[in-house]
């Protein structure tokens, strides 16, 4: 059964940064591109940034870009999304996913991904 299981979430001042992880119990997890989303209190969930199965490309979000970095060790099945700078906006729940699709035009859509985290919570205080 394939679980991904986020960690690193919790509370830090505007300006602070925050690592989180996700940990995925897919056998062939080097083959999948990885994506991180959020997830805000009454609004839809939001695509932040991805990484190709091989980590030589990303993704990002126009709202992140320059703050967050997305990498990955295909060896510990693991991908990372170091967030700086952040702000109060960035407040939500942060959840990861797995897609088969090795390409951009797919990573910023929900409906292209097959595996979910449950998520872990950001909060950015002002």
């Known amino acids: 059964q394939v679980q991904l299981v986020e960690s690193g979430g919790g509370l830090v001042q505007a300006g602070g940064s925050l690592r989180l992880s996700c940990e995925a119990s897919?056998?062939?997890?080097?083959?999948?591109?990885m994506g991180w989303f959020r997830q805000a209190p009454g609004k839809e969930r939001e695509f932040v940034a991805a990484?190709?199965?091989?980590?030589?490309?990303?993704y990002y979000v126009d709202s992140v870009k320059g703050r967050f970095t997305i990498s990955r060790d295909n060896a510990k099945n693991t991908v990372y999304l170091q967030m700086n700078s952040l702000k109060p906006e960035d407040t939500a729940v942060y959840l990861c996913?797995?897609?088969?699709?090795?390409?951009?035009?797919?990573?910023?859509?929900?409906?292209?991904?097959?595996?979910w985290g449950q998520g872990t919570q950001v909060t950015v205080s002002s």
């Open positions: 996913a797995a897609t088969p699709r090795n390409y951009a035009a797919a990573w910023v859509s929900r409906i292209y991904y097959a595996y």
């Open positions: 897919i056998r062939t997890f080097s083959s999948y591109a």
């Open positions: 990484i190709s199965s091989t980590g030589g490309r990303t």
